[in-house]
């Protein structure tokens, strides 16, 4: 155990000890930091509304536009009134030109806009919109509903909420599909970094011969299992960096928004009506995403992504070492060998696609049962909610899984590990596993 | 010291080892030769306990061989020299040293030791890749030795060193094996083993063909050659002529009356003699003698 020991820190301090771990563990958050404030920043900038010119020869949208668009602000010509392009281009101010013809048997005929540099769909979205929208109402007044009823019609929106059966609380499917669908990839991500590294790590050590001199001094068992070791733990430090990484920001943006912070410390209101109040005392569009985060459990959450980081990660490791024991010095090799192992991975992934638009289907509980997809689905369903037998079983499975995982690759590993030359078929290394 | 009895080791193609059985005794110098495939490494692998024997036993200093039990007191150079190329070589030493069980103390006072000897101090905080061929050749066997191991196993430590690495390692062994280490080491360079070993095992095919202390086996081997250098032509004794190259002969005697004859005829003919001494065989005309017609090993599954 000792010895198992010194190799873990070996494994440890190497890697946490490169310049690579320090880029990846601290610049990159920083660097998505720095992407989200500049986009955040541009999106700001852009806010200057754009100015849509409306040469309506039809006569008949004129002054109608909605005018308390956020982003775009219009003026008209009047159908006397012919606006070349040059005439436009002329135009230091505006931005795009929307080219309306006459109506043809009192209908719309055609629309044309021009933008330097072509138009983007969100302009072309909110044209069409408007000019459906006045059309609309033309043509339902002049079916004989009067504007009252029209406004009655168009104001009508069914609000609909969603609540969990089982406590009362208002939950968001959109965000629990993001939460799902965010750790379970994140959970994929982890497990084919780390896994290729612990890979990696075993490939290194046959292809320089150390592997001959260690195992001289301990078994390879315990050789293999202090990398699986201590790059898990290189994993779990560099999760953790970035957890706290986050919290911090988290802390910041507290301080410096004060929207978030008012939405952070409203109180959770268990019946509806009294959480409507809430919601509606504070301000800001952020308070209804905040109080469905709020709202989850996030002990279960926490606890379940440690405990199937762990998991998905060393049952995916020890197969990970089992195959870098068997490859030469060829990188295609490792290739065509790691296929078997990634393979239930991306099955896990696309499991998890089926599982975020139903997360109690048949498929979906199978994927987060099965060990080898487990890690990847059961985070994906958590955020829904997962009877607890399930947890259960699944954890357990997993548990047993990996067990059984580490038992063969062990078996592999030990005479894969010294074995040079030719690449051993999937027959004999059958054979490996069934030697005792 | 160690005992090999009866081993066997079967890989999917072909049998590696066949039935060897040896001892070396403490503080020998024990040579495993053998041609390339013979299944040299394969014994050495078992006996450092790195893989298991299919059959047959191990005994080391009396009781069975076990590697949780014995790995510390066992040195251990494989042919194909590994060591960590990016890491350290100070922190590499300290961890492989660790790794045979010395405290970190220990460890780190036995590296300045080998290391001071070696004049290898300025090498602590380079890298193994920064190192030429020899050097890490070097390194590694310091490393081998770095935790006074009983019983040192090297397998062809001298390839790839340069006449005075190879010397100064040889020095080395020498020490060792003085202050009680057993050495044993494969090799298929005949006049190291001549010049070093005092004991050795032939084997091919693996199969052990010869074994036995190297003066005896050259004496079971001898032609009864004997080599003469005079200064004249030797005349009247063709019979026993079997080459010549100016005056000196190569001849061949089948007991002493037709040497001493050969002796008395030079003294009374008044032929200055400047040489006279019997040959024995190399070990490398030995090797291929046993090995010869034997051949190398083929694959038995065709």
């Avoid at chain 1, 049962?369 to 947890?391: A, E, K, N």
């Amino acid at each position: 155990m000792n010895k198992t020991w010194l190799i873990i820190k070996r494994e440890y301090w190497t890697r946490v000890k490169k310049k690579s771990f320090l880029i990846t563990t601290i610049l990159l958050p920083v660097l998505v930091a720095c992407l989200i404030a500049l986009v955040t920043y541009l999106a700001a900038k852009s806010e200057q509304k754009q100015l849509i010119v409306i040469q309506d020869e039809s006569g008949f949208f004129i002054n109608k536009l909605d005018t308390t668009d956020e982003s775009y602000k219009t003026i008209y010509i009047l159908p006397n009134v012919k606006e070349s392009k040059k005439d436009f281009l002329k135009r230091k101010d505006a931005d795009i030109l929307v080219h309306i013809f006459p109506f043809k048997n009192n209908q719309p005929d055609s629309v044309i806009i021009y933008k330097e540099g072509g138009v983007s769909l969100s302009a072309k979205s909110f044209i069409s919109r408007e000019l459906d929208n006045i059309y609309q109402i033309k043509q339902m007044q002049d079916a004989g509903i009067n504007k009252i009823q029209i406004d009655s019609i168009n104001k009508s929106e069914i609000a609909i909420k969603s609540y969990d059966l089982e406590n009362n609380k208002e939950t968001s499917s959109e965000i629990a599909m993001a939460m799902g669908y965010g750790m379970g990839f994140l959970m994929y991500i982890i497990i084919f970094i780390y896994g290729a590294g612990v890979m990696r790590g075993v490939m290194e050590e046959k292809t320089n011969r150390i592997a001959e001199v260690i195992i001289s001094s301990v078994k390879p068992f315990q050789l293999m299992m202090g990398k699986i070791f201590g790059i898990g733990l290189v994993g779990l430090t560099q999760f953790i960096i970035w957890l706290s990484l986050m919290g911090f920001m988290f802390l910041i943006s507290q301080i410096v928004s004060p929207e978030i912070r008012e939405a952070m410390h409203s109180p959770i209101i268990q019946n509806p009506e009294m959480q409507e109040q809430a919601l509606q005392q504070v301000n800001g569009e952020f308070a209804p995403i905040i109080q469905t985060i709020l709202h989850q459990n996030w002990g279960l959450i926490i606890g379940a992504f440690l405990f199937y980081f762990l998991g998905g990660y060393f049952i995916y490791a020890a197969m990970f070492a089992a195959v870098g024991s068997l490859v030469n010095e060829d990188p295609q090799e490792a290739q065509q060998l790691t296929l078997p192992v990634s393979m239930p991975i991306i099955f896990g992934i696309i499991i998890l696609q089926a599982t975020i638009k139903d997360p109690n289907s048949p498929l979906a509980i199978f994927g987060s049962l099965f060990p080898l997809t487990s890690p990847i689905v059961m985070l994906g369903r958590i955020p829904y909610g997962v009877p607890t037998w399930q947890i259960i079983t699944s954890m357990l499975l997993l548990i047993g899984g990996f067990i059984l995982m580490t038992w063969i690759s062990a078996k592999i590993y030990r005479t894969g590990i010294l074995m040079y030359g030719k690449k051993p078929s999937w027959k004999e290394v059958i054979k490996w596993i069934r030697s005792s | 010291m160690l005992k090999l009895n009866h081993l066997v080791k079967t890989y999917a193609t072909q049998k590696a080892v066949d039935d060897i059985s040896f001892s070396v005794k403490k503080g020998c110098i024990f040579g495993l030769l053998g041609p390339n495939g013979a299944g040299k490494s394969s014994l050495l692998r078992m006996v450092t306990g790195i893989t298991l024997p299919d059959r047959g036993e191990i005994i080391f200093n009396n009781e069975p061989f076990l590697l949780t039990k014995h790995s510390e007191q066992i040195g251990y150079m494989p042919e194909e020299r590994g060591l960590y190329k990016k890491m350290k070589i100070g922190e590499q030493a300290l961890y492989l040293a660790q790794l045979k069980g010395l405290s970190k103390s220990e460890a780190q006072a036995k590296i300045n030791f080998w290391f001071n000897r070696l004049d290898m101090q300025s090498w602590v905080n380079k890298k193994v890749e920064d190192l030429s061929k020899g050097m890490s050749q070097k390194l590694q066997f310091v490393l081998t030795v770095v935790h006074d191991p009983k019983l040192l196993i090297l397998d062809e430590p001298f390839s790839g060193l340069d006449p005075l690495n190879s010397e100064i390692i040889k020095k080395e062994l020498f020490e060792l094996a003085k202050n009680g280490s057993t050495i044993i080491f494969s090799t298929h360079r005949m006049e190291q083993v001549e010049e070093i070993c005092e004991e050795i095992v032939l084997i091919n095919k693996g199969k052990s063909i010869l074994q036995g202390d190297v003066k005896s086996i050259k004496e079971q081997f001898k032609l009864n050659h004997f080599k003469l250098e005079i200064n004249d032509e030797l005349k009247g004794f063709d019979n026993h002529i079997i080459s010549k190259k100016g005056n000196e002969y190569i001849l061949h005697f089948n007991n002493h009356q037709d040497a001493n004859a050969v002796l008395n005829y030079c003294i009374h003919q008044q032929i200055k003699i400047i040489s006279f001494q019997e040959v024995l065989p190399s070990l490398n005309e030995i090797f291929i003698n046993q090995v010869e017609g034997s051949a190398a090993r083929q694959f038995t599954n065709n």
